[in-house]
C-alpha cells in the first residue's frame, strides 16, 4: 500500500519561504508522477504542482509560477516544494499526490493521497 507523508507546513509571514516535503512509500516510484494540491478554507481543492518521477519534468499552476518549485529526490522517494515569496492567498492544506502515469493537473488522476500539511501566511 503506497503511503505519502507530508511534512514542513507551518506558520509563516508573507513574503517568507517555506520548504513542504512529501515522503512516498510502498511501491517503486521510478515511474508515474507526484503532485501537490491545496484547499483553502471555503474552497474547493486546485492544483499546485507536479513533477514526474523519470525525466523531472514539471507542471505549475498560474497562480505560483515564478514563486514556487517543485523537485524530487529519487534516492530517498521524496519530493519537495519550495515556496517562496508567500502571499495571504497561499494559505491552505497542501496535499500531496502520486499517480502511475505521467504529469497532470487533474485531480482524478492521482491514486494516492497525503493527509495535508497545514500551511497559513500571516501579515
Known amino acids: 500500500q503506497v503511503q505519502l507523508v507530508e511534512s514542513g507546513g507551518g506558520l509563516v509571514q508573507a513574503g517568507g519561504s517555506l520548504r513542504l516535503s512529501c515522503a512516498a512509500s510502498g511501491r517503486s516510484f521510478n515511474s508515474g508522477s507526484m503532485g501537490w494540491f491545496r484547499q483553502a478554507p471555503g474552497k474547493e481543492r486546485e492544483f499546485v504542482a507536479a513533477i514526474s518521477w523519470s525525466g523531472g519534468s514539471t507542471l505549475y499552476a498560474d497562480s505560483v509560477k515564478g514563486r514556487f518549485s517543485i523537485s524530487r529526490d529519487k534516492a530517498n522517494n521524496t519530493v519537495y516544494l519550495q515556496m517562496n515569496r508567500l502571499k495571504l492567498e497561499d494559505t491552505a492544506l497542501y496535499y500531496c499526490?502520486?499517480?502511475?502515469?505521467?504529469?497532470?493537473?487533474?485531480?482524478?488522476?492521482?491514486?494516492?493521497w497525503g493527509q495535508g500539511t497545514q500551511v497559513t501566511v500571516s501579515s
Open positions: 499526490a502520486a499517480r502511475t502515469l505521467g504529469l497532470t493537473t487533474l485531480q482524478r488522476g492521482y491514486n494516492y
